[in-house]
């Protein structure tokens, strides 16, 4: 019985549609999150965590699908560059901050240490907001929405052209 358990374990590893499939389920558990956001507000977090998480299965899929060995790592930009996906820095950008989210901010209220939690912060601060007045020295910021659904999921479709249906 463990060697049936192994040969399908084997199988399962190596098959990109499956995968492909899980990138799937989690980027419409998402979307159904997103959907609903405006009557459960705080999960946000959830939200980019199964963002994050489809970006690190269908980024897998792809790396499958070409035979590529990968880390595993939830790491979006390491994996994404193993796959040799063209994105802009900005779209790397957005994959380091929903690595985080896969890591620890989706599921824990702090990181394994401050320093992550500081460099997060910075990352999400440079990434996310955007400065639109002063008021003295105090610049006044608001989100720009480069992680709501609709811009992630042009990033996802890019990734998802390295993916041979």
């Not at 970006?55 to 979006?76: C, G, M, P, S, W």
């Not at 796959?83 to 779209?91: D, G, M, R, T, V």
Request: some cysteine; proline content about 2%.
């Amino acid at each position: 019985m463990i060697e049936q358990y192994k040969k399908n374990y084997s199988r399962l590893k190596d098959e990109s549609g499956h995968w492909h499939s899980r990138a799937g389920d989690l980027i419409t558990s998402a979307k159904v999150l997103w959907d609903s956001l405006d009557k459960h507000p705080f999960c946000w977090n959830v939200y980019k965590m199964l963002m994050g998480m489809a970006f690190e299965l269908l980024i897998k899929a792809v790396l499958t699908q070409r035979n590529i060995d990968f880390k595993y790592t939830h790491n979006l930009r390491e994996l994404a560059l193993e796959a040799q996906i063209k994105l802009s820095e900005e779209e790397f950008n957005l994959l380091d901050i929903l690595s985080g989210y896969i890591l620890w901010a989706g599921k824990y209220p702090v990181p394994k240490d401050d320093e992550i939690l500081k460099k997060h912060y910075e990352n999400e601060e440079e990434q996310l907001y955007d400065e639109y007045m002063r008021v003295s020295d105090v610049p006044l910021v608001i989100y720009n929405g480069k992680l709501d659904f609709n811009n992630l999921h042009e990033i996802w479709m890019k990734i998802l052209e390295s993916y041979k249906l």
